[in-house]
């Protein structure tokens, strides 16, 4: 357990329905990433918070895919209108950045999306 | 710019080397080093900045040639447990996102 906490851990829904997910980071982390990842792929950039701000979102992500960190603590990922090929592993990891000398990483447990 | 790694895959008996690398055709702020079990998330395993260093963790290395744009994750006697998959990531400035590569699998035999 890493500290970084992200529900659900499994859903499975029927196409074209929404879905959210939630990243509950470490506590004092100001960075916050969202990423996929498939079978037998690296983890793919989704977007990045630095506290509330989201910094930087995929060109790869379409409008279906959004999300947010009210407060700059706990994040959500939307995914409007799902398709087969969101069906992914989405995974949550946290930073405290690195102007405080501190340089690890955190992954979640992840959520696995499965559209039917 | 996704990076390169290399090997794609690599079978080694227990107590064995490895080395696996890592490339970008971009400069490079930070290598970032992760191994993932099957089913598991990615853990991380180490941190190297512009500047060029070598770090250690237990028997896990990395160095990180600035120039070259490349990084390199030794295992030195390597241990049923670091099987796996191991995921190289990049950042080509500070406060940017990680790219991962295609990620190494590792598998350690008896």
């Known amino acids: 357990d890493t500290g970084v906490s992200q529900d659900p851990r499994h859903k499975i829904t029927k196409r074209g329905q929404n879905v959210t997910f939630r990243c509950d980071p470490i506590s004092e982390h100001n960075r916050l990433y969202w990423y996929r990842q498939t079978l037998g792929q690296g983890p793919e950039f989704l977007t990045y918070f630095q506290n509330e701000a989201q910094l930087e979102k995929s060109r790869l992500l379409s409008d279906r895919f959004s999300a947010e960190r009210p407060k700059g603590s706990f994040s959500t990922l939307e995914i409007q209108r799902t398709e087969q090929g969101d069906s992914a592993m989405y995974l949550c990891?946290?930073?405290?950045?690195?102007?405080?000398?501190?340089?690890?990483?955190?992954f979640g447990p992840g959520t696995r999306l499965t559209v039917l | 710019q996704q990076p390169v790694q290399s090997p794609q895959a690599v079978i080694l008996r227990e107590g064995e080397d490895a080395v696996i690398n890592c490339s970008s055709s971009k400069a490079l702020y930070s290598v970032h080093w992760y191994r993932q079990k099957h089913g598991e998330a990615p853990v991380f395993l180490m941190i190297?900045?512009?500047?060029?260093e070598q770090k250690g963790h237990e028997k896990i290395s990395a160095s990180f040639n600035e120039k070259k744009q490349q990084s390199s994750l030794y295992l030195t006697a390597s241990q049923l447990s670091y099987s796996g998959t191991y995921f190289c990531?990049?950042?080509?400035?500070?406060?940017?996102?990680?790219?991962f590569g295609p990620g190494t699998s590792l598998s350690v035999i008896p």
């Open positions: 990531g990049t950042e080509s400035t500070s406060y940017d996102k990680v790219i």
């Open positions: 190297l900045l512009k500047g060029g």
């Open positions: 990891a946290t930073f405290l950045d690195r102007a405080s000398y501190t340089d690890t990483q955190y």
